[in-house]
């Protein structure tokens, strides 16, 4: 498998999983992709049908890593995807399945269900894919005798993701900058009470865009970011979107019984990452009838599904919502679908997101590329705090399950494009225990606490309070790496 940049720099050069597991952007600024996408044949579809999680992630991830022994990479999704790893499930369901199944119940003729990604050890979805970066990480470096220092900006889920999949990890170190005193009581003891000696929690005096300008800020330091061996692990890894493929293929197989059937999958969406997975999945050929890209009030996704306008949003006109995940202003792993919908023309793509950093977006509305959206499956809708809190209570009464707020989003618009005898499946990107003070608010009461979450806020907690400032970030990274 060859690996292309979406803007085209260096067509025609070698690029194989490994080369790209540990970088972020191609030279270029364009986004790693397949040269072409594998195709899952119907012999493979039935077989995979009967696999456990580990074993269908072996087989999905192969196709795109052909560069790892096959038994290395069976070892290593065995090691990630186990039960006690995915644990925290609800309701008497199985840990064993890795991500179940729930079903709600019929709507409008559709079968309406949650696919669980967030019973991982930070009971959100991020999980999935983080913890198998963690492992494969760890098998990289160790491969070549290398180290790395992982250096991120967090307002809440993808630190504290990174962080415990990588806790313990040889070669790996992570310095996580977050908002001091700005994150709730849950998202900071969580990170903070980590004990391990290669996790270090910078606690920033300032907000989240302070703690974004130290990472840019170091990281363009190129003699300091090299001599230190830095890295990053966001959301347009490549690696973490294709992690994420292997559960579409699990939630089909979980709502179907037989591979003529469809179903549609709807994706509370950011940065473009979870959805551009499902598009990955329908692209190798799993039967998907329509993807629902659901946004919050950061609507810059569902205006672009509507009307071909891309309109990246300034710091201003971000929303701080009450599904904080989704509170994007532009959707880092958007790039990747466009190169598809224009029919992998690097120059285009090149000149549009050219145009979003000089102009401030992009308009496809006139040209044929628009219309061939269609075609890809893709729909979209909105929500809002008010339509989030009706969902969640309309959920709990009729359902009697509890959902969080990012998953009333998803469940918010889902309904909006149910069609009759084609299964519809939510992804539930986190537990609702991560956001209680918006669940009291619709229900006037506390979500409930997987047990190995009692008392975690009274733990002791590991953090150092820095200054918004990039030269004492990197003065804690020099005395801290020993090198
Ligand atoms: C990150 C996140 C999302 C958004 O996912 P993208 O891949 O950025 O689209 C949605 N919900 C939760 C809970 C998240 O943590």
Redo the contacts with the bound molecule.
């Keep these: 498998m060859n690996y292309l940049s979406t803007r085209g720099a260096g067509a025609g050069e070698r690029h194989t999983f490994s080369d790209i597991l540990l970088g972020g952007l191609a030279k270029d600024g364009g986004l790693y992709l397949p040269a072409e996408y594998p195709r899952v044949t119907a012999d493979e579809l039935t077989r995979w049908r009967a696999l456990p999680y580990a074993d269908l992630a072996f087989e999905i991830l192969s196709k795109f890593s052909d560069d790892i022994p096959a038994e290395d990479l069976r070892a290593l999704t065995r090691k990630t995807y186990t039960a006690a790893t995915y644990c925290h499930v609800r309701d008497g369901e199985s840990a064993a399945q890795i991500t179940p199944l729930k079903t709600l119940g019929v709507e409008s003729g559709a079968p309406l269900s949650l696919l669980e990604l967030s019973n991982g050890p930070t009971l959100?979805?991020?999980d999935m894919a983080m913890q198998l970066i963690g492992n494969l990480f760890e098998y990289a470096l160790a491969r070549h005798g290398e180290t790395l220092n992982i250096l991120g900006a967090t307002s809440g889920?993808?630190g504290s993701a990174a962080e415990y999949a990588m806790r313990g990890k040889q070669g790996i170190r992570v310095f996580m900058l977050s908002p001091h005193k700005k994150m709730s009581a849950f998202q900071t003891a969580q990170m903070y009470s980590l004990q391990d000696p290669n996790i270090f929690n910078l606690a920033v005096e300032g907000v989240f865009d302070d703690c974004q300008d130290i990472v840019k800020a170091v990281s363009n330091d190129h003699a300091f970011k090299a001599k230190y061996k830095i890295g990053t692990v966001n959301?347009i890894n490549w690696a973490r979107v294709v992690a994420q493929v292997v559960y579409y293929f699990k939630g089909y197989f979980a709502a179907t019984k037989s591979n003529d059937e469809r179903v549609s999958f709807t994706v509370?969406?950011?940065?473009?990452?979870?959805?551009c997975a499902g598009h990955i999945a329908r692209m190798m050929g799993l039967p998907i009838e329509k993807l629902v890209v659901a946004t919050n009030e950061n609507d810059v996704l569902d205006e672009f599904f509507r009307t071909g306008i891309y309109r990246v949003r300034k710091a201003a006109e971000t929303y701080h919502t009450s599904s904080p995940?989704?509170d994007i202003s532009k959707a880092s792993n958007f790039e990747r679908f466009v190169f598809d919908l224009l029919g992998r023309d690097p120059a285009r793509v090149l000149q549009l997101f050219r145009d979003v950093e000089e102009k401030g977006g992009f308009d496809l509305a006139a040209s044929g590329d628009f219309a061939r959206v269609k075609e890809f499956g893709f729909v979209s809708g909105r929500s809002s705090h008010e339509t989030r809190l009706d969902t969640i209570r309309d959920v709990f009464e009729r359902y009697g399950t509890m959902i969080d707020t990012?998953t009333a989003d998803g469940l918010k618009v889902a309904r909006e494009h149910l069609q009759p005898g084609i299964p519809m499946i939510v992804l539930e990107?986190?537990q609702p225990i991560k956001f209680g003070e918006t669940i009291h608010e619709a229900l006037l009461r506390e979500p409930g606490r997987p047990a190995a979450f009692a008392g975690l806020e009274s733990l002791p907690q590991r953090f150092e309070v820095l200054p918004a400032n990039a030269q004492r970030v990197k003065d804690f990274i020099v005395a801290h790496t020993g090198e």
């Design positions: 959100a979805f991020k889920d993808t959301s509370p969406s950011g940065n473009f990452g979870n959805v995940s989704m990012h990107t986190a």
